[in-house]
């Protein structure tokens, strides 16, 4: 699953032995590297690569190169390509990079990008990154990704492209900010002096000054135009004549002098320029496979192809040396575009059938590339001879489709411009065309292309080939099920993808086993999931199909949190990250997440909110998936548990926002406990209560009866809820009924039931390392602890716990032990849970009387407990008992 690298792509082009030295204007690139960019632009033929090819040469700066084409536009391939060029620079990117990028859902170009600059800004040295032939670029990511970089752009990397066009970046702002040089059309023009030089010493002509003024002045400085009329008049007896002999634009100037330079040449030439016109780039064996040396029992030529390419360099036919090896070229761009057209007009001249010739010869290079390994040149050239056939055999992969190479937007392009006739017979490519949309994260467009595969398979024979194609449909629709998480349909769609697939196709069905691990999750049935979740990993890890690995772990950490195993959830979720790489997959934020959860359990409240953070930002770049609202509900809770309730409260009503607005009614259970737990903060039990009625919370409507003294209703939501709890055998949420049980059955009076209930939750509790299930119930689990360890349970874990309640920050100063009554922050002694219950109904306002109702008490009970209250508090009215309990944090 990745894509080769090029070695010619990110190699600066080789300066000839001769060449025409432009003080002028390298002094001008010189002298713009303080700022951020280079532009240099201008229509073909000026020089633009000459140039800045031999000022990367001596720039005295690491150079990082990339020649770039159409297949760039694919923004995964261009910032696979980027990050080789910094590396063979020496700009020591990480090697997690490209690792990343390799991957079927590689990250967004930002992050990339931010990676890049950050990793760029921590090198020691300065480094020039050149973009040629940017003009090519046409997707708007790509360009985003540069205009970001550019935003970030650390002072140790100036950047640098050549173009025919200007590119659509902020070039009026930092033109303004003068952080822009700019060398164009005007600049590049051959002086008369340069061209003079270039006439003599490099092309070895001997003309008069005024022929060469006469020269200069009918090309315009035009170098492209000087190269072709120099080499019409080598050898020609009255060089004056020739001059005489063209006049116009550039285009038409352009026709006369490549016919004249083709007549020139040999016929075995010719064909060989014209034939190897076709190639993006050539070697010697890949020209010889375009244009074998014999035809039938005709000999075309002696030479190889290696050897007519270093003849053609020697004779500065336009062609271009793109190593050190000299192995591999490529023609200058608008001389190869004028081959092509030539090429065209001669088929159409001799044999008319000029179409299907260079389908031949696009064949011809498919077949050299399929042999030597490089499928994806393969599949270009089988699509550029319009050969459905055999491109639609190639973007199989040999069981690895190319779209898992990192060819995705080229296979949609291809098929996006197939009739639908071609699609129709070959339903295949419609299964291929969803999938590209899917991984491309086109959601709206899968389903239409999976209807119109099912009708063209409807009067298909039911071989293996279109069995294995109806499991391919259902493995798809079970991951956009998984999209929307609705359990049943990625059941029936996952059972019927295995039911149907090959048994060789391991991709699908690896993802397959994947989207029915998520079912079984959903359903709760814990085994099930934890079965499939390690087959899908296995299976992935077989074939390298690194999404779906991280898809697999991530779920078997999921199973490892819900089976209180903390410790091993948190290693899956390190594994997780290592493999979604530096910058990381989007899919990475679900390890940050449960990394966040594990780090909250454990106290560590510091970390849990970076990675709660860095959650957050990643689950932003997945369009359409709800994990960003559910770290944004993880982070309203944890800012609770810091005792900032004021934001949490802000956070969980954006989130629940967000979650409305987009649909995403999974998350609503979620937020809705937190919207208690902010209520329960801010004092208000009975809304509380109501709350979580209304949404059928049973823990957070327990906690709410507890706070209002009701604890025998507590007690009527708790005890059942266990029990289904231990029905279900879901370890976490037993524990969690068991810690808030056992205080409710404290604060009621049962001590020794709730002391059971405690020891059953310690045990269950420590080898995960839970604290905050305990720290969250507030006061009456610290009294409940208090208690405990006066009864001898005093271990190594309640006192790890008793330590956590005495450092939080909400209840810091009633959780200190007994100080003496001169400290005006400290209580005599600490309130007992009955007095906490009276104390907080005198705050909400209830008289003596409406208090003994509520909690069933006698008149003259509530009174003792007001004295008792105020002796604590050290106080003698109501009043000042509220503000004095608000300020020690006990409301």
Known sequence: ??????????????????????????????????????????????????????????????????????????????????????????????????????????????????????????????????????????????????????????????????????????????????????????????????????????????????????????????????????????????????????????????????????????????????????????????????????????????????????????????????????????????????????????????????????????????????????????????????????????????????????????????????????????????????????????????????????????????????RDLIGHIASIRATMAVSRHQANAIMTESRRALEYLHPDNLPVRTATAWTLGYAYQLQGDRAAAVEAYTEALSGSQKIGHTMIAIMAALGLGNMQEAGNRLHEAAETYRGVLKLAGDPPLPAACEAHLGLARIFYEWNDLDAAWRHGQQSVQLARLLESLDRAVAGEAFLAKLMLARGEGSGAAAAIANAEQSARRQHFQNQMPHIAAVQAQVLLQQGDPAAAARFAEKHELHASLARSLLMQGNTSEALSVLEPLLGLTEAKEH??????????????????????????????????????????????????????LREAAAHGMLHDYPGQLLAAFEAGGMTREFMKERHPAKSDNALIEPLSARELEVLRLIAQGLSNREIGERLFIALTTVKGHNRTIFDKLQVKRRTEAVARARKLGLL
């Open 1 to 466: 699953m990745t894509i080769p690298i090029l070695s010619t792509k990110i190699h600066i082009p080789l300066q000839r032995s001769k060449s025409v030295l432009r003080p002028r204007l390298t002094g001008r690139l010189n002298e713009g590297l303080h700022r951020r960019l280079t532009v240099v632009s201008a229509a073909a033929g000026f020089g633009k690569t000459t140039l800045v090819s031999g000022w990367a040469a001596s720039c005295g700066r690491p150079v990082a190169w990339l020649s770039m084409d159409e297949g760039d536009n694919d923004a995964a391939r261009f910032m696979t390509y980027l990050c080789a060029a910094l590396q063979k620079a020496g700009a020591n990117t990480n090697e997690g990079l490209i690792r990343v990028l390799q991957a079927p859902q590689p990250p967004p170009a930002e992050s990339i990008i931010t990676a890049l600059a950050n990793e760029i800004s921590g090198a020691p040295g300065h480094f020039v990154l050149v973009l040629d032939d940017y003009h090519v670029i046409t997707a708007e990511p790509v360009n985003n990704a540069i205009a970001l970089l550019l935003e970030r752009m650390p002072p140790q990397l100036h950047l640098v492209i050549a173009t025919r066009e200007d590119p659509r970046l902020p070039l009026a702002k930092l033109r303004v900010r003068d952080q822009l040089t700019e060398v164009r059309t005007q600049d590049l023009r051959f002086t008369a002096s340069e061209s003079a030089e270039f006439l003599d010493r490099v092309m070895g002509l001997s003309l008069t000054s005024a022929n060469i003024a006469l020269l200069e002045s009918r090309t315009e400085g035009w170098i492209a135009g000087l190269q072709l009329a120099a080499l019409t008049m080598q050898g020609h007896p009255d060089p004056a004549n020739v001059l005489r002999s063209f006049t116009g634009s550039h285009r038409f100037v352009l026709d006369y002098l490549v016919e004249e330079v083709l007549q020139r040449q040999s016929a075995d030439i010719q064909a060989f320029l014209l034939r190897t016109s076709i190639l993006d780039r050539m070697c010697g064996p890949l020209c010889d496979a375009v244009h074998p040396r014999e035809a039938g029992e005709q000999l075309i030529t002696n030479a190889s192809g290696q050897e007519t390419l270093a003849d053609l360099e020697r004779a500065n036919l336009f062609i271009v040396p793109l190593d050190h090896e000299r192995r591999w070229y490529r023609y200058h761009h608008l001389f190869a575009e004028l081959l092509r057209q030539r090429l065209r007009q001669s088929i159409a001249s001799s044999a008319g059938n000029e179409e299907r010739f260079i389908s031949e010869l696009h064949i011809h290079a498919s077949r050299w590339y399929e042999d030597n390994g490089h499928l994806l040149e393969a599949f270009h050239h089988a699509a550029a001879a319009d050969d459905v056939e055999r491109a639609a055999r190639l973007l199989d992969g040999d069981g690895m489709p190319l779209l898992f190479r990192g060819a995705v937007t080229p296979v949609m392009n291809w098929l996006d411009s197939l009739p639908r006739k071609e699609l129709d017979v070959r339903p295949s490519l419609w299964v291929m065309f969803a999938s590209a949309l899917l991984m491309a994260g086109r959601m709206n467009g899968v389903e239409p292309k999976l209807q119109a595969a099912e009708k063209a398979l409807q009067d298909a024979a039911q071989d293996e080939k279109t």
């Open 731 to 784: 370890a976490d949420e037993m524990l969690k009924v068991m810690a808030l049980l056992a205080a409710v059955l404290h604060a009621h009076g049962e001590r020794a039931r709730a002391a059971e209930m405690l020891r059953d939750a310690l045990t269950m509790g420590e080898p995960g390392g839970f604290t905050r299930t305990f720290v969250d119930e507030g006061v009456p689990m610290y009294l409940l």
